[in-house]
């Protein structure tokens, strides 16, 4: 308050000192008692309905740029000081009360404006791009389980998949036993001590290996390290099977995964070293820094088979699905990982054992009249769609159930889903495939 009267001082003191002026000019020059009364009393009137308006004005300077909320006051006082120069001034009696209501509206409307929470206005912040090198651990896993599962803090919702596809096949919960890959929950510790030892590994001895790569790449050697282990995994599936987990008929000689810096996935070494690092850290282990896991890729893949690293895009509502159904129905088929559990006559790659062969236009029918048969399709392109979107209505016999997973309807796209359907129903035994398109 003592700064707001003296900035008022020092800003209206030639008028409070022409007023105070007047104030002695009037005691002394008046001989009337009655008209000098009243014209002292108006003066002093006067000097405070000054004071006052140089107050308002020192108030609405001081806080302008303030946040104490405080520049109602200052139409507060102008109100004050309009209603208070009417009472004195009669001949201004009018105009000043119409001025003092409108301040008083004014001062309301600013007053309630203010009680209201205050946003602060003005331009965002510059936004600062991470650099993948420049993240802590917790923020690479973060970006990690975002490759894995789709989002932060997805890893434990069922059905839940990213770009990388892992769920596709992987389990990762503790005791969660899949058909189509091993579990990989306690991976960084079971590579050094089980896999690493395992004499079908080879460690350091490539050319002795039974499956049908022995090396990543000519001269890569073999992982020495639990972390180099999990690269040459990445990279090269088919040089080292995990028992029970091969492709069918191959003895364990053959990986179903496919190697996930190719296409379709196309993850790059940062994306590779973001999800390994989630895996350490979601088991409370300390992770290898970014450098060593992005030079453990480094030893398995050459240079001109490392993917580039594409501009992240936007997060829309189909940002999640694995085909949108813009592409050619081949490479939904390999988005999906469908070739990895399938044989499908006339797609390339498609040479999986996990599931039955998709030759719809002619099993579709036959399906649909069989006894077992419970679900609700009335024809092969309903019975086709139904096997997608709900795998568990009809279990093609050998194959167990729950092998396939039941998320298709939610990760495809309609339009990717008539593709597929669109080209089983047309897929019969003994008949040429058709066009891919």
């Given at each position: 308050m003592g700064n707001?009267?003296?900035?008022?001082?020092?800003?209206?003191?030639?008028?409070?000192?022409?007023?105070?002026?007047?104030?002695?000019?009037?005691?002394?020059?008046?001989?009337?008692?009655?008209?000098?009364?009243?014209?002292?009393?108006?003066?002093?009137?006067?000097?405070?309905?000054?004071?006052l308006l140089f107050m308002a004005i020192a108030n609405y300077k001081n806080n302008f740029y303030g946040e104490n909320r405080m520049l109602p006051a200052s139409l507060a006082l102008i109100t004050v000081t309009s209603f208070v120069m009417a009472m004195y001034f009669t001949n201004l009696g009018a105009l000043l009360k119409i001025g003092g209501f409108m301040f008083f509206v004014a001062a309301f409307l600013s007053g309630y404006g203010n009680w209201l929470p205050q946003v602060e206005g003005g331009f965002p912040p510059k936004e600062e791009k991470i650099t993948w090198d420049s993240m802590t651990p917790q923020q690479l896993a973060d970006k990690g389980e975002e490759i894995i599962f789709g989002g932060i803090g997805k890893s434990s919702v069922q059905g839940e998949i990213g770009k990388g596809q892992c769920p596709l096949c992987h389990g990762f919960?503790?005791?969660?036993?899949?058909?189509?890959?091993?579990n990989l929950y306690g991976l960084p510790e079971r590579a050094e001590k089980e896999r690493l030892s395992d004499p079908r590994y080879s460690m350091n001895a490539p050319a002795k290996r039974d499956t049908v790569e022995k090396e990543a790449c000519p001269g890569c050697g073999t992982g020495t390290t639990a972390q180099e282990y999990i690269a040459e995994s990445h990279a090269c599936p088919n040089c080292y099977v995990v028992a029970?987990?091969?492709?069918?008929?191959?003895?364990?000689?053959?990986?179903?995964?496919?190697?996930?810096?190719?296409?379709?996935?196309s993850l790059s070494l940062p994306e590779?070293?973001?999800?390994?690092?989630?895996?350490?850290?979601?088991?409370?282990?300390?992770?290898?820094?970014?450098?060593?896991?992005v030079k453990s890729y480094e030893k398995f893949v050459p240079?001109?088979?490392?993917?580039?690293?594409?501009?992240?895009?936007?997060?829309?509502?189909?940002?999640?699905?694995?085909?949108?159904?813009?592409?050619?129905?081949?490479?939904?088929?390999?988005?999906?990982?469908?070739?990895?559990?399938?044989?499908?006559?006339?797609?390339?790659?498609?040479?999986?054992?996990?599931?039955?062969?998709l030759e719809e236009g002619t099993n579709a029918p036959l399906r649909i009249k069989d006894p077992a048969y419970k679900g609700t399709a009335k024809s092969t392109t309903e019975y086709i769609m139904e096997s997608i979107v709900e795998p568990s209505a009809y279990v093609v016999k050998p194959f167990p159930d729950n092998t396939m997973p039941k998320v298709f309807g939610q990760k495809l796209s309609a339009g990717a889903l008539k593709k597929i359907v669109d080209y089983l129903s047309q897929v019969k035994v003994g008949a040429p495939p058709p066009k891919i398109s």
């Open positions: 707001l009267i003296s900035e008022t001082l020092s800003m209206g003191w030639m008028a409070l000192a022409i007023l105070a002026g007047l104030l002695v000019y009037f005691q002394v020059s008046i001989a009337d008692p009655a008209a000098k009364k009243r014209a002292v009393f108006k003066t002093f009137i006067g000097i405070v309905g000054t004071f919960q503790k005791g969660f036993l899949s058909e189509r890959a091993p029970g987990f091969g492709l069918k008929g191959s003895n364990d000689r053959e990986s179903q995964m496919p190697k996930i810096h190719k296409p379709p996935i590779l070293a973001a999800v390994d690092t989630w895996m350490y850290l979601r088991e409370g282990k300390e992770p290898p820094s970014f450098e060593e896991i240079e001109s088979d490392r993917p580039k690293e594409q501009e992240d895009k936007p997060a829309g509502p189909a940002s999640a699905l694995l085909a949108d159904g813009s592409e050619p129905v081949d490479q939904i088929f390999a988005k999906g990982q469908c070739v990895s559990c399938h044989v499908i006559p006339g797609i390339p790659g498609a040479v999986g054992t996990i599931g039955p062969k």
